[in-house]
Nanobody, 119 residues
Framework: HVQLVESGGGSVQAGGSLRLSCAIS????????MAWFRQVPGKEREGVAA???????MYADSVKGRFTISKDNAKNTLYLQMNSLKPQDSAMYYC??????????????WGQGTQVTVS
């Protein structure tokens, strides 16, 4: 049974920082693709950042230079460091793991989300 649990969300002023964590338990290979998505009510979920199977990071243009995705294999945890936050970054943030092109947004496993609000 695979479980992804996000934490670290909250309210912050524009220009501030937050670090999101995603604790992963269950049978997920350390070289699995993992990603962060976000969604605002009434809009489609969008990819924010991803780690390819070789560890290469990819970022949406809107967050390049401000967000950093990383993982700690020893702790089975995925991170998203968010700096210089803007009000338009406000959203529910979700972590995802294991690529599956038949699954929603191409990932098999999803967390429950953590809310980020930037004012």
């Amino acid at each position: 049974h695979v479980q992804l649990v996000e934490s670290g969300g909250g309210s912050v002023q524009a220009g501030g920082s937050l670090r999101l964590s995603c604790a992963i338990s269950g049978d997920v290979d350390t070289d699995s693709c993992m990603a962060w998505f976000r969604q605002v009510p009434g809009k489609e979920r969008e990819g924010v950042a991803a780690l390819d199977s070789d560890g290469s990071p990819m970022y949406a243009d809107s967050v390049k230079g401000r967000f950093t995705i990383s993982k700690d294999n020893a702790k089975n945890t995925l991170y998203l460091q968010m700096n210089s936050l803007k009000p338009q970054d406000s959203a529910m943030y979700y972590c995802a793991a294991v690529r599956d092109l038949t699954a929603p947004d191409g990932y098999k496993y999803w967390g429950q989300g953590t809310q980020v609000t930037v004012s």
